[in-house]
């Protein structure tokens, strides 16, 4: 499988999640609600890693590590931000509006790991950016 097929997995497993996670928030406090997510990834994640193999600690660069620790932040910044809002509103409008991850994407990608936007990602990344407004204002 390619790139391609593992983020399309991905997409449909960030919507799985939408929906369920719209669920498991009707009645909880939407940090719980993280939490308990969070320690679910954690186990799971870990699990595949020791499934998977012995890791392979010693390419792990003291750089590699600020990186990864300052993702994993950003990532539970995100997610209590995404539970909160879908504790507030309905599912197929956050999860679109949610998706402008694309967007911050690509402009922090070309900003700080110099990659080359194409007219592809313009057009790509406005219709995006459209297809958020126009749900959110629904």
Known sequence: MNWVHWALLSAAFAGITAVLAKAGT????PNLATAIRTTVVLL?????VLVAGKPEWKSLSGRAMVYLILSGVATGLSWLC???A??????SSVAPVD???????IALAALFLGER???QHWVGGSLIVVGAAVIATK
Do not use: M, P, Q
């Not at 879908?86 to 599912?91: K, R, V």
């Not at 998706?99 to 994407?105: D, E």
């Open 26 to 29: 009707k009645d909880i406090a």
């Open 44 to 48: 799971l994640a870990w699990g595949i």
């Open 82 to 84: 995404y539970f909160r």
């Open 86 to 91: 879908l504790h507030l509103g309905e599912a």
């Open 99 to 105: 998706k402008l991850s694309v967007v911050f994407a």
């Open 117 to 119: 936007l194409a007219w």
